[in-house]
């Protein structure tokens, strides 16, 4: 052909060149190592907790356990802080001593309870 870059064109060849990737994978692994040292990225991480308390709150719920507490009431004092308390002058309440003492009785039996070790 008149027109082709290389001048009259006769017949066609093909020859076929592959490309040499010996030492390609190798070659692109030291590369992106290096890459990987040098990158750095900021990421800015903002926790979502609008429903944190809802979920906290429905997990705890479906929680059912019981807890042994031992209890020693200590009343030694109850009664003269009370008295004491209820005498003052901003109290609404008046005065212990114009009152029947119906809280003596269950004050008694606290007092004398041992605890058992159960619940």
């Known amino acids: 052909m008149a027109g082709s870059p290389g001048g009259r064109e006769v017949d066609r060849l ?3 060149v592959p490309p ?11 590369f ?3 890459i990987e040292q040098h990158a750095k990225a900021a990421v800015h991480i903002t ?3 609008r429903r944190f308390g809802a979920e906290l709150r429905e997990k705890l719920g ?3 356990t019981q807890v042994c507490i031992p209890v020693a009431p200590d009343t030694r004092t ?5 008295q004491t308390a209820l005498a003052t002058p901003t109290s609404p309440v008046p005065a212990l001593s114009t009152w029947r003492r119906p809280w ?13 070790g159960r619940c």
């Open 32 to 34: 992106l190592d290096r």
């Open 78 to 82: 109850f009664h003269t802080e009370l």
């Open 20 to 30: 040499d990737t010996s030492g390609f994978a190798t070659s692109l692994q030291r």
């Open 62 to 64: 479906a929680i059912r």
């Open 14 to 16: 093909a020859i076929r």
């Open 104 to 116: 003596q009785g269950p004050q008694q039996r606290l007092r004398e309870q041992r605890f058992q």
């Open 47 to 49: 926790a979502d907790t």
